[in-house]
Nanobody
């Protein structure tokens, strides 16, 4: 069974930075689209950023220019560098690995809390 393990969440002041990491227990991440999503209580999970094969990133408008997603296929990992954090970025952040060609190979991490507050 594939497992995704996130790390790097925590408490940070507004304007600060955090780097989230996600490691997948798969043999080859090359054909996966990797992404980060976030969720606050009583709201739907929302897309933050994705990065596909060939390192093509996509960002939600709310984080564009502040967050950077990257991937390391040698390590089967995805990262999210978050700068200029705002209180409204507070959420549980989830990583996702979705296979480009095989339906059903869609995996989620357990989530890591990010809190932006004084």
């Amino acid at each position: 069974q594939v497992q995704l393990v996130e790390s790097g969440g925590g408490l940070v002041q507004p304007g600060g930075s955090l780097r989230l990491s996600c490691a997948a227990s798969i043999s080859d991440s090359t054909f996966y689209v990797m992404g980060w999503y976030r969720q606050v209580p009583e709201k739907q999970r929302e897309l933050v950023a994705t990065i596909g094969m060939g390192d093509h990133p996509y960002y939600a408008d709310l984080v564009k220019g502040r967050f950077t997603i990257s991937r390391d296929d040698a390590k089967n990992m995805v990262y999210l560098q978050m700068n200029s954090l705002k209180p409204e970025d507070t959420a549980v952040y989830y990583c996702n690995f979705r296979h480009t060609f095989i339906n059903g190979n869609n995996y989620w991490g357990q989530g890591t809390q990010v809190t932006v507050s004084l």
